[in-house]
């Protein structure tokens, strides 16, 4: 078998070369779609803060307050922006879409405020207004009445409870209005913020990296199609007349294929890292490992059950096409209905685009690396037993 390994060797070695070509325009290609859905993202994030219009009287001490300290005080200026307006106005930007809705505060709200009495507010959004401005009206409505309402009563249960104790109560009413105040323009810092990321607590930029790889090593191996499909099957016959186990030529066969998509692999990482667009450690490199003996064995299995080349080139495509697809190597995986994402979790390159994400984000799991060595030997063995049946029953 060790001269039919150094064959199998010498017949890389024609295809590497363009395959390593192949294989650099397809990243180049990959490359650039990540940098565009990267910097798209990263301007979407920029202008992702909602406008929101204030309406209420013209001059208005406390309103003209509470919108500088809105504006430059309050932490909710970093995801919505607060504009005074008209109520005219506020309905025409609505209606072109500058805004996302507006709020009309009537006159004299704070002079019946200071005496208990709240005035209604009113919300004007668009019809049918669903999604983040309509849970942003909800979480905002509720927030405002219980402050308002809390906040009341302490500072009139205060002063009511003062008065009836025969002290003066205006100093300290004073006093914890502007305690009040401090608690709610410092409430950012009662609570931390995770990001919980796209998918598996990872930012979009280590997904969309995960995923591409996954992409673009199942396209790797679509390139060695015209040295992996065999419609002649006599050297492994006459090889299997000769004693030699059908599994030793699969395990010969499978290894040359290995060896060949790691060379082209590990081209792409000498120049990602020269480019400097991609950083790798040890760590990353161990991940790679099981990703690249489980998607070779599935290739190399989808290989074997064909024995034409366009037949061979068409079933890699669709089939491994569809797996990125559905395990969100080409979209968000959180986008798909609950039951799709739950059957993501368990298919290789599922797996494989969350090992790679977690390594890319510097979290290192061995879970996932076992499970893809076992789907590795399970593709391997059915490989050798679909060539074992193909050199058995001989053609009359």
């Not at 002290?167 to 410092?186: M, N, Q």
């Not at 400097?276 to 003996?293: E, F, R």
């Not at 979790?345 to 494989?352: E, Q, S």
Request: proline share 2%; net charge negative; aromatic share 12%.
């Amino acid at each position: 078998m060790g001269k039919y390994l150094y064959l199998q060797l010498k017949r890389l070695l024609r295809i590497i070369v363009p395959a390593l070509l192949v294989a650099a325009v397809l990243f180049g290609c990959l490359a650039l779609a990540y940098q565009a859905v990267v910097s798209l993202a990263d301007d979407d994030q920029a202008q992702a803060k909602i406008k929101f219009g204030v309406v209420g009287t013209a001059g208005d001490f406390y309103l003209e307050a509470g919108m500088l300290a809105l504006n430059t005080i309050d932490s909710s200026r970093f995801s919505i922006d607060f504009m005074q307006m008209d109520e005219a106005e506020a309905e025409a930007a609505m209606r072109r879409g500058e805004i996302a809705a507006f709020v009309v505060i009537p006159e004299g709200f704070m002079d019946e405020a200071m005496y208990g009495n709240i005035l209604p507010i009113k919300y004007v959004s668009t019809v049918g207004a669903v999604g983040l401005v309509s849970l942003l009206k909800d979480e905002i409505t509720k927030m405002v009445s219980d402050i308002v309402i809390d906040t009341q009563k302490g500072i009139f249960g205060t002063g009511q409870a003062m008065q009836e104790i025969g002290l003066s109560s205006g100093d300290a009413e004073y006093a914890l209005t502007f305690e009040y105040f401090d608690f709610i323009f410092s409430r950012s810092r009662m609570y931390a913020v995770k990001d919980l990321g796209l998918a598996e607590e990872v930012g979009l930029e280590e997904y969309l990296l995960g995923g591409f790889c996954v992409l673009l090593l199942m396209l790797i191996c679509l390139v060695f199609a015209p040295w992996m499909v065999r419609s002649d099957m006599s050297i492994a016959r006459m090889l299997s007349a000769r004693r030699r186990p059908v599994i030793l030529q699969v395990l010969c066969d499978f290894a040359v294929y290995l060896v060949g998509i790691a060379c082209v692999i590990a081209v792409l990482m000498l120049v990602a890292v020269w480019t400097g667009w991609m950083k790798l450690t040890a760590g990353i490199l161990l991940q790679w490992i099981p990703i690249v003996i489980a998607m070779g064995a599935l290739s190399f299995l989808l290989y074997e059950l064909t024995t034409n080349l366009i037949s061979g080139v068409l079933l890699q495509f669709f089939a491994l096409l569809a797996l990125c697809f559905v395990t969100g190597c080409l979209y968000p995986v959180t986008f798909f209905p609950d039951s799709v994402q739950n059957l993501a979790a368990y298919l290789p390159t599922g797996i494989a685009r969350a090992q790679l994400a977690e390594s890319f984000a510097g979290v290192m799991h061995t879970d996932g690396s076992l499970l893809l060595l076992g789907y590795g030997v399970l593709f391997f063995a059915a490989a050798g037993l679909i060539r074992k049946a193909k050199v058995t029953f001989v053609r009359g």
